[in-house]
């Protein structure tokens, strides 16, 4: 194994930078020239604009611009589209997609709609300025709640569609599933809510864009994960130009999570000020307006039926779910509302399901990825549907599990209903993350806990969850005449560490030091296409990738080579940064075959130059990482205080490239899902005004929140791509969610509760113990200790 | 408008500054110090975490005026030499930073932290400490490891420093700042004044 290649816990190249402070986040480097834009946003949920009169404000100090749906109308400004097609409720054709809008026009459909941008020499001037401009709002009621969106009464938030219900996914075999449930010996049924967060990654949304008056070309730099597809929207759907005429790039990027991979308002509305203006226009979201305006994400009120047989084995599964879209269809809105659906199959083999989604419209931000993006909200119905099942049962959730496991010699395992897993050993996952977390001592440490008046819950969530299910990536391998190595793929780092992974794959390939390898910026000038970084592809996809460019460089070195190794390129073997020719002892070095390959005096007939290779990559299939996560809390009765005591989880990322950073991904999304368990929650009142719109507000997972994650690993290459990667970017989020409810669930079982729902915030968990009758009920104070 | 003197990172610098100036807008945007990063708008976050005159404190939260005369030090003054501090080579070697945005400021804490605590404190008590800095990416693990190594590695240096008769400890770096700002004490009460203004001022909007 080479010191730097794959499987190395390697420390990262881009640490240096950004622990010294020197990292370039899009507010770092922002023009000297450049007018600040402040976005008016509605303070109404759903309000028709009757005027807009900004005179005062253009005469207010500083203020070079002010522009708002009119003006957009005069430049055909488009909205983004949704990605995802879905059907009528009716089945009457496809579903009404109204694109994203960037700016409002004459009706404002959630609070934080952007109705005018002021531009101005400092974002104080730009603020000041706002508050001049007289907009004249008739309110309309407002659709705020999703379980009420299609009630009788409800106004609609648009014509084409007047009960608000925008689509109906119908996925499975229905029949199937009523003749399993007619024969099934039990059936458990539960509802969840699928709580609305916040993604909130650390750094703000920000961008800057620049007209490129020369070239006739807009230009933005953004904190985007992915510039190509950025690109894309913003030069077909926004500005209905050709994609040359816009250059989107990002540099250091503080965290995505999938919210950066959707695009917003705001990147239009630089570039489109930039270009009215002449002038470099930069906005950097306040956090309060990132609760705003933001996409929101999940936001699901599911039911679902398990039928199970009377050996408690699942003969199959109905799902029914309203999903949120928002006020508009965000580029990923409907992806998460029906696009993986297929997490249904879990871990288990379910014979039959059947599952219909409702989509509807209502007066909030749209909804958009958030890690998973419809991952956990099928997952976390499943895995409490499980654990539901176990409660009637009176099973242990654990046996019940392992009784349904899917077995390792089933691999390729095709569910019959979305997906054919690659590979896995879901059995042996569940053995080790019980044996760590020793889930058969547990029922002694809840005795103990209740004879301390504390409730303890053990909970066991399974993960399995498709990546690198978009599976292009396009990328370039240059070699410089030293032999150093320069690299671009259209993936975007922003904290997942491909800057090194990716380092350590051309270094395993090329035997070239990681010294000498150097990655090039995420930029559509320096690599005109990509698909960026999401959906937990970016290590597989990245691997098959890198190893198919690094083999054409190698093809294309070994031509060369030839010449001073006297033999034929069929001839030379490359083994460990040296090209030896068979049977000879003759050998030459990457660096020196390089150097040939730029001088253009020595060059064979026919052979180009260089060893650069550029191509698009596209791997045999999806690959599903999984796992067994367990976690294990106690709720105090008296505050509703929760702790969490410990988690444990045995996971399958397949082959690592660097473990170091797999574990810490796992970390990260563990932190994520518990998150939203414990106490995340975006809240609106009955006129759809954000409730949960600060830091203090919104409970944000703080270290004490959180417990220490005990990480073991049970990997399972995958057949899918060369290297047998998997991924490992959502996982941690969307085990950790079904794992923490179940064990909040799992506390208050003594009580008789059967569910609860997220988040398990002390005045909600408070309430649930109260209204069951509190902990006195069941603790008895005979009870020997 | 009023100056404004300081001691950043041993450089003394003098700047006109407006009374509504936080120190953290100073920082980046008069400065140009923009490792020291903004992450909210409710001293919740702890990104801007800077040390004034020896305190870890968040620079959102405090207008620049109010810090006149006073040393500080940014994640941008930690380094010395080419060389990381013990802190941020131990948030590199325990993998305590992803995206990166948030680490500044965590670093600024946990000099302080391990200052205050040394080497032996607890991941509980760690995590405690931990509670005004928000992490959206590493689920805080790595950064208690981080902390724990990184007290550990300063408190080694300031050992292996006394024995080299070091005349002050380098685990802290503002002990490497000018603390003589040149101004008088006139100067000082009439800027401490419109600090005072301003505040009554913002009160009344």
């Known amino acids: ?785 | 408008m009023p100056t404004l003197t300081l001691a950043v990172n041993g450089n003394i610098v003098t700047r006109e500054v407006t009374s509504s100036t936080l120190l953290v807008q100073f920082l980046r945007d008069q400065l140009g110090l923009t490792g020291t990063h903004v992450g909210c708008d409710s001293t919740q976050c702890g990104a801007c975490t800077v040390h004034l005159n020896g305190d870890a404190i968040k620079s959102c939260t405090a207008l620049a005026l109010s810090c006149d005369g006073g040393k500080v030090t940014t994640i941008e003054g930690l380094a010395q030499n080419g060389k990381l501090h013990p802190m941020q080579e131990a948030f590199r070697a325990n993998h305590g930073l992803q995206c990166g945005y948030c680490t500044p400021g965590f670093v600024m804490a946990a000099v302080k932290i391990a200052e205050r605590l040394g080497p032996n404190a607890d991941e509980e008590t760690l995590r405690e400490e931990m509670d005004g800095n928000l992490c959206r990416c590493t689920g805080y693990q790595n950064i208690v490891k981080s902390i724990r190594a990184g007290a550990k590695a300063m408190l080694e240096n300031e050992a292996r420093d006394e024995i080299s008769s070091s005349p002050q400890g380098l685990t802290d770096p503002d002990a490497r700042v000018c603390n003589d700002a040149p101004q008088t004490q006139e100067q000082s009460a009439e800027r401490k004044a419109q600090v005072d203004v301003f505040i009554e001022n913002s009160r009344g909007s």
């Open chain 1, 1 to 785: 194994m080479k010191k730097f290649g794959v499987g190395q816990s390697v420390e990262r190249a881009e640490d240096a930078r950004l622990l010294l402070g020197e990292g370039r986040y899009t507010d770092d480097i922002v023009p000297a020239n450049a007018l600040r834009l402040f976005v008016l946003r509605s303070p109404h949920a759903h309000a028709k604009i009757l005027s807009i009169d900004k005179t005062a404000s253009l005469e207010s100090k500083g203020v070079a611009g002010i522009l708002t749906g009119v003006d957009a109308d005069e430049d055909d400004l488009g909205g983004f589209p949704s990605l995802v097609p879905s059907n009528a409720p009716d089945g009457s054709g496809p579903n009404f997609a109204p694109p994203f809008s960037v700016i409002a026009r004459d009706i404002v459909r959630y609070a934080g709609e952007p109705v005018a941008i002021v531009m101005a020499d400092t974002l104080d001037q730009a603020k000041d300025a706002a508050e001049l401009i007289k907009v004249e709002y008739a309110p309309l009621t407002a659709v705020v709640s999703l379980a009420d969106a299609d009630k009788p009464g409800m106004p609609s938030i648009w014509p084409e569609c007047p009960d608000n219900n925008d689509s109906l996914g119908v996925f499975g075999d229905k029949a199937a599933v009523e003749e399993a449930f007619s024969k099934a010996a039990s059936i458990h049924s539960i509802d969840v809510r699928v709580s609305r967060v916040a993604v909130s990654p650390m750094e703000p949304r920000v961008a800057t864009g620049v007209w490129n008056e020369a070239e006739g070309r807009y230009e933005l730099t953004a904190g985007v994960q992915s510039p190509h597809m950025t690109r894309t929207q913003l030069a077909a759907c926004i500005f209905k130009v050709p994609p040359s005429k816009v250059r989107v790039r990002a540099l250091d990027v503080g965290g995505g999570f999938g919210l950066k991979g959707v695009p917003h308002p705001e990147l239009a509305l630089v570039m489109w000020a930039a270009r009215r203006l002449g002038r470099p226009v930069h906005w950097f979201s306040e956090r309060s307006e990132g609760f705003l305006s933001d996409c929101h994400s999940r936001d699901h009120i599911s039911h679902c039926d398990l039928a199970l047989d009377e050996d408690a084995r699942i003969v199959g599964l109905k799902f029914n779910s309203r999903a949120n879209l928002g006020a508009y269809i965000s580029l990923a809105g409907m992806h998460c509302a029906q696009g993986n659906i297929g997490h249904l199959s879990g871990v288990y083999t379910t014979p039959a399901i059947y599952a219909e989604v409702r989509a509807y419209f209502t007066n909030t931000v749209p909804i958009a990825s958030y890690r998973g993006a419809g991952r956990p909200e099928a997952l976390v119905v499943l895995e409490r549907a499980m654990d539901a099942a176990a409660f009637d049962l009176g099973m242990d959730p654990a046996e019940l599990r392992r009784r349904n496991l899917i077995q390792p010699e089933q691999m390729p395992y095709d569910t019959g209903f979305q997906f054919t897993y690659d590979s896995g050993d879901y059995p042996v996952s569940q053995t080790k993350a019980q044996e760590a977390a020793d889930w058969a001592g547990f029922e002694k440490r809840r005795a103990e806990a209740l004879r301390r008046g504390k409730l303890r819950g053990i909970g066991m969530g399974h993960v399995v969850e498709i990546a690198s299910g978009m599976r292009d990536e396009m990328g370039e391998i240059e070699i410089e005449a030293d032999g150093s190595v320069t690299f671009s793929t259209g993936f975007h780092n922003h904290g997942q560490g491909q800057e090194t992974t990716m380092r350590q794959l051309i270094s395993e390939f090329l035997a070239v030091p990681p010294e000498k390898i150097r990655m090039k910026d995420c930029d559509t000038d320096v690599q005109n296409f990509g698909l960026g970084s999401a959906g937990s592809r970016a290590a597989a996809v990245g691997g098959a990738l890198i190893k198919t460019l690094s083999e054409k460089v190698i093809e294309k070195a070994k031509i060369i080579a030839a010449i001073p190794l006297e033999t034929d390129a069929a001839q030379i073997e490359f083994v460990d940064g040296t090209f030896n020719a068979r049977g000879t002892n003759k050998t030459a070095t990457f660096a020196e075959v390089a150097a040939l390959a730029h001088n253009p005096m020595g060059l064979p007939d026919g052979f180009d130059g260089g060893l650069a290779h550029k191509q698009i990559v596209r791997p045999g299939g999806p690959t599903f990482p999984n796992g067994c996560h367990i976690c294990e809390v106690e709720i105090d009765p008296e505050t509703g205080e929760l702790d969490a005591i410990g988690y444990w989880v045995c996971e399958d990322v397949g082959r690592s490239i660097n473990p170091m950073i797999v574990k810490g991904q796992i970390h990260g999304g563990v932190a994520q899902g518990l998150g939203q368990i414990f106490g995340e929650f975006i809240e609106f009142d009955r006129e759809g005004q954000l409730l949960t719109g600060s830091f203090m507000d919104y409970q944000m997972p703080r270290a004490l929140d959180i417990p220490h994650i005990t990480t073991i690993s049970h990997d399972v290459p995958s057949p899918n791509n060369p290297l047998g990667i998997k991924g490992a970017g959502e996982s941690g989020t969307v085990g950790a969610m079904p794992a923490g409810l179940n064990a909040v669930c799992d506390a208050l079982k003594p009580l008789g509760i059967r569910h609860f729902d997220m988040p398990a915030s002390p005045h909600r968990l408070w309430k649930a113990i109260h209204d069951a009758g509190g902990i006195d009920a069941i603790c008895k104070p005979t009870e020997a200790a």
